[in-house]
């Protein structure tokens, strides 16, 4: 986790904002870290749907079956570390500016700041990571986060924050040389990113 929020919301979520919700944590663990070896044994029981999402869950538990987590470890800093820089630097601010630290993580924990959200103690990451995107989006739409699951409030902030670069960057990691497990995570981020765009333009 890179973010919390500074109080607890009880909330009823619907199975539909449930289930984007899970997939958003999902995303954003993966994204956030290697996979520990408990991670490993449930990506390995995903049960896949129908669709460009069903598909990317069912590679990625395929995957998951048949590597180890030093491998996937090392995977992991190859393709998002590496010795000076990893292969996908999945930041909004590199992504929308070409450098680090720029406007758009400033605009970004402006936001955090009004919705009361914060960073967590300890963590290193630029809060404008994908995987803390997608971490926020998960609570938005959870309500574990704010006091309302209003749609407009996760469609403002997903156009905002995530809707300019996200498919972008999850269309290089699908693509990324070292990519093994992450090539499938790619494409679960792709498909889901453009569902959830359009679900948000039909809003």
């Not at 103690?121 to 609570?139: Q, R």
């Amino acid at each position: 986790m890179i973010a919390e929020s500074a109080a607890e919301f009880d909330s009823s979520v619907s199975p539909e904002d449930q289930a984007r919700s899970d997939l958003y944590a999902l995303l954003g663990s993966l994204l956030l870290g290697a996979p520990s070896e408990s991670t490993l044994i449930s990506l390995r029981k995903l049960k896949a749907g129908d669709g460009e999402i069903g598909s990317a869950i069912s590679a990625l538990a395929q995957v998951a079956k048949v590597l180890d987590q030093p491998t996937v470890e090392r995977e992991f800093n190859q393709v998002f570390i590496g010795v000076s820089r990893g292969e996908v630097l999945p930041y909004a601010s590199y992504y929308l500016t070409g450098f680090l630290h720029e406007k758009p993580l400033a605009d970004l924990r402006a936001k955090m700041r009004f919705l009361g959200i914060q960073r967590i103690s300890g963590v290193v990451e630029p809060e404008d990571h994908i995987g803390s995107l997608c971490e926020i989006m998960s609570g938005l739409a959870s309500g574990s986060l704010v006091q309302s699951q209003s749609l407009d409030l996760q469609k403002e902030f997903f156009n905002a924050h995530i809707a300019p670069w996200a498919a972008h960057c999850f269309s290089d990691l699908e693509k990324t040389e070292s990519a093994v497990l992450y090539a499938p995570v790619g494409s679960l981020g792709s498909a889901f990113m453009a569902i959830e765009q359009e679900a948000f333009r039909i809003e």
